[in-house]
Structure formats: C-alpha cells, structure tokens
C-alpha cells in the first residue's frame, strides 16, 4: 500500500512567489501531489519533468459550457493535452461542492459537464490516464454518526446516485472536503479538542459494528463509506480533496490557532506515515489533499480563510509541521493542499456543512 498525501495550491493572494520558486517548496515537504482550483499554465508548465502529479479543475461557472461536446473538447486539448506528458495531469475535477449550493441550475449541469468532459478526454485517447470527478462537501451526508449509519441526504440521493454510476464506469474516485475544524468551531464545549487534533484520546466506539475510532476524520470517511454502501456502490474509492486547520481566526472562531494547526496538520502527516487505513476500511489508500500550500491574503470571509496556509507568502512555514521530510519521503507520503482560484472558500459554505459533522461531534461526548 502506498499512502500519498497531496497538496492544494491556491492563488487567491497578491503576494504569493511565482511557481517556478514553488517547485522546490513543494519538493521540500515531500509533497508528490498538487491539485488546483483551475488549470493554470503558468503552473503547470513550472511542474513540467518534476514527476508531481496534478489535479486541475473546472470552476462551477464553467458547468453549462461544458455540456457542449466541442467546448469541453477545446478546454481539454488547451488545458489538459497541451501540457502532457511532460507535466502528469491525471484526474480533473469538474465543479466543487455543486450539490450542497442547493443551486439547482448547477447541480442539474453538473453530470452533464462531467460526461463532456470525458468523453473529449475518450476522443483524444487520454481516458486512460485522466479520471473525471467533483468535490462534494460531507454536508451530502443525512446522518454522519455513528460512522456505519452514515447515509446521504434523501433530496440529494435522485442527483448523487448517476453520478455514481459515472464513478463506476470510468473508474474515477469520489472525493469529499472533510474539515473536522468546522465540527470543533460550531461546538466547541462538547466537542473534545483531542479528538479532532488526532491526539491521544480514550476514542468513541460506534455502537453498530464495535469499531473505535480515535479521530474523528476517520470517523468522517467512514461515514461517506457507509452513505456510498447504503446506496449499494461498496467498492467505490474515497479520497479526501480537502482537509486542514487555521492557523489564525477571528475571537469567536474557536480553536483557529497556530498551535493547533500544527497539531492537526502534523498529527494528520504522522498518522499518514504510519500506513493504517480507516477502522471500516484498514487495508485502503488513503489519499488525502491538505488545506493548503500558502496563507492567502485575498480570500474573503473570516480572518480563518486567509490562514490555512503551510506557508506564508515569503515561502517560510507557517509553522513547524515536526516531521522531517526525510521521513515523509521514506514513507511514501506526500504533503497536499488545495485552494481555490474561482471557488467559494470552503469555510464560508460551513454553514452548510457543519450539521454534517456535528452529528459525529456530538457523538464524542456521549460514546467518548
């Protein structure tokens, strides 16, 4: 089993270095995988013969375009083909987040854009090489604890299931934004700190199957595990697109601190390292992007947003991750992050999300 953990490069900032001076930064870490909110060339030509693979991304604006077989032809060959083999593109994410906007002129464009996106990558023989998917918010979930009653939101179950269905026949992973921030900051006075922060802790038994869980991003994935078996697709993949922990907040963002990002990143890395899957699923890759490369100033939202950074802009950590990137390298684990160029920042949608993790947050008390 390799476990790889990737990284998300955004570029909502005026201040950040250009990409040829982030190659190294990202070789620093050990990082083996990027993904972007867009396809930026500049980007992607920089990362040209450095072996880092990439997932690049069709915004939300760009969904009902797509639906038109020559347009997703012409993105693909001048965003995608034009840049291979020398820089490995291999999975594209169409949307991000489309279904929990409750936006139904989106969520309907959604499946469409995915299959044009596809079958130009089918026309021009890359299907082989380059997967098709989107990024859902856990805010899919219904029910999320315990993590074996996890399923999705009935209104979201019609939209999902073919969806599904596109996973299946062309082999693409799910992928689900799983921030258990958001659990500790919408309630921080039953929510134990150590759970989230993967830090030694008695852990919560989930009472179906008897597995206990130490950390609740275990607990998340194996929620969206359970929603996908529920629904009868048992062998799909999940990989998480996005997770991290705000270095920085505003007073009333509890737990936004440096040392707890340091904790949860760091922990998040060690435990990555370690080569152990989930409680449900012990024997699987864990693919898992972090929430992100550089702290970016432009973001808009609460002071949280701007400090999800590893970095800051000058290229100096945000702070010590403690692990050494010799060890990140001996284990085959790469250090991810993603962040948006055209997207909603992920914390401004919390609203949305965080009665998805609230149920497993609340749970830490009772079964803790």
């Not at 950074?309 to 250090?335: C, E, R």
């Not at 609203?351 to 609230?358: E, F, H, V």
């Amino acid at each position: 089993m390799v476990y790889s953990i990737g990284i998300n490069y955004g570029q909502i900032a005026n201040n950040l270095p250009p990409p040829e001076n982030v190659v190294p930064l990202v070789k620093s870490i050990g990082a083996t995988k990027v993904k972007l909110y867009d396809a930026d060339p500049r980007v992607l030509k920089a990362f040209a013969n450095t072996g880092v693979e990439f997932i690049v991304a069709l915004g939300n604006q760009y969904l009902d375009k797509m639906q038109d077989p020559s347009k997703a032809q012409a993105w693909v060959k001048q965003n995608v083909q034009a840049y291979l083999p020398a820089t490995k593109i291999t999975c594209i994410t169409v949307g991000n987040e489309v279904l929990t906007f409750n936006d139904t002129s989106l969520s309907d464009n959604l499946l469409p854009a995915m299959q044009s996106i596809h079958t130009a990558l089918v026309n021009l023989g890359l299907d082989k090489q380059v997967t098709v998917t989107t990024a859902h918010s856990l805010a899919v979930l219904g029910t999320s604890y315990p993590p074996s009653s996890g399923v999705f939101r009935k209104d979201l179950v019609g939209c999902i299931t073919p969806t599904l269905d596109f996973h299946v026949k062309t082999g693409s992973p799910f992928l689900i934004n799983a921030y258990p921030y958001f659990a500790y900051k919408g309630n921080p006075k039953q929510v134990a700190l150590d759970f989230v922060l993967f830090q030694p802790n008695q852990g919560v038994v989930d009472p179906v199957t008897n597995l206990r869980y130490d950390n609740m991003l275990h607990a998340q994935i194996d929620a969206v595990y359970s929603a996908l078996s529920s629904l009868g697709y048992k062998n799909l993949t999940v990989h998480i697109s996005e997770t991290g922990w705000p270095s920085k907040g505003d007073p009333d963002e509890s737990g936004a601190t440096l040392e707890n990002a340091k904790k949860y990143n760091g922990n998040l890395m060690k435990l990555m390292s370690n080569k152990t899957g989930t409680p449900m699923k012990p024997n699987l890759d864990l693919n898992i992007y972090v929430f992100a490369l550089f702290n970016e100033n432009m973001k808009p939202g609460p002071t949280s947003e701007r400090n999800y950074g590893l970095f800051k802009p000058d290229g100096t950590p945000a702070y010590n991750l403690g692990i050494s990137t010799a060890s990140v390298l001996g284990s085959n684990t790469t250090v991810g992050s993603s962040s948006g160029n055209s997207e909603t920042p992920p914390s401004s949608q919390s609203g949305s999300s965080t009665a998805g993790y609230l149920s497993i947050s609340a749970a830490a008390v009772s079964f803790g």
